[in-house]
């Protein structure tokens, strides 16, 4: 299979709801940030980051929480029209997702069709007139062979869903990948190879998600070393900026020409991880 990185040194989901659609402004900017932990960032001044940050969408990550854990203001922000979450069922406090529009989305869906990777409150899909927006958290597989298989049989079925769904509009998906592509996307590739996250078939996937038509958005505008998403809390990882790229935005091909521009924030505080962004022309 090509590599497609720079060498530098069952079920059919849960329909939510149907509504109409609004989008301001001359295109939409979409944000991402795997908050681990929702109920710890809203101590962070993460409502000034959300208030002021401009998107249109915001997706987060590994909420690990459930809604009726949450205050009212905390689970439906004012500074947004609509809010939609996917919480774990099978292990509270584990995993979750949610995401925050001012753009009314068409419909809402929960979840991958395929039932062995539903219930872990991993995917929210929310299908706009120009395009399909997937907000994932996808499985880290960290935790053991088991856990490595799961998540590589989630990339499968998420590949063979947004295939299904690309022959109706585009694909744009962002989130934590939990898998660092190339050897630029994080600081110590040879000490981590053989460590899930950066292991030759988690890599030998994202090759693959590219050679089907799909764009790392980031790496349309930046192709330099020392870009990172995520660090870890130990050994002052983040002030060194020993750290790991694994968030992404990817847009099927055909919106590759409405790409305006795609962005990292590392100095936004309160995860281990930190916001990414993409802008996309609708117009």
């Known amino acids: 299979m090509q590599s497609f990185c720079r060498e530098t040194g069952g079920s059919k989901g849960n329909r939510l ?3 109409p659609f609004a989008f301001g402004g001359f295109g939409v900017i979409i944000y991402s940030w795997n908050v681990n932990g929702y109920r710890a960032v809203i101590k962070k001044n993460f409502r000034d980051w959300l208030d002021g940050c401009g998107g ?13 854990q949450l205050a009212p203001e905390e689970r439906e922000p004012d500074s947004y029209a609509n809010h939609y979450w996917n919480w774990s069922r099978k292990k509270k406090g584990y995993s979750g997702v949610a995401c925050f529009a001012n753009p009314e989305p ?25 395009f399909h927006l997937f907000n994932i958290y ?21 590949l063979d869903h ?11 998906v962002g989130g934590d990948f939990n898998t660092a592509h190339c050897e630029i ?14 292991l030759p078939e988690e890599r030998a996937w994202i090759d693959r998600f590219i050679a089907h038509g799909y764009v790392d958005t980031f790496r349309l505008f930046e192709d330099g070393p020392g870009h990172y998403s995520w660090w870890s809390y130990r050994f002052n990882a983040r002030q060194n900026n020993a ?17 305006v521009r ?15 962004g993409v802008e996309i022309d609708t117009h």
Request: charged share 30%.
């Open 17 to 19: 709801v149907r509504f």
């Open 106 to 130: 068409l419909a809402v869906t929960i979840g991958l069709p395929d039932a062995r990777f539903q219930g872990e409150g991993r995917v929210l899909h929310l299908e706009y007139p120009d």
């Open 162 to 172: 947004a295939q299904a769904l690309r022959k109706t509009k585009p694909i744009v």
């Open 56 to 68: 249109d969408v915001v997706m987060l990550q590994e909420t690990k929480a459930h809604p009726d």
């Open 243 to 259: 750290g790991w790229r694994i968030d992404y935005f990817f847009v099927s091909e055909e919106l590759r020409p409405k790409v």
């Open 138 to 158: 996808f499985p880290n597989g960290q935790m053991g062979d088991d856990r490595l298989a799961f998540k590589m049989g989630f990339y499968d079925a998420f």
């Open 185 to 198: 996307d994080l600081k110590n590739p040879k000490a981590n190879a053989e460590r899930s996250g950066f």
């Open 262 to 276: 795609a962005w990292i924030e590392p100095e936004v505080p309160g995860s281990d991880h930190c916001p990414i």
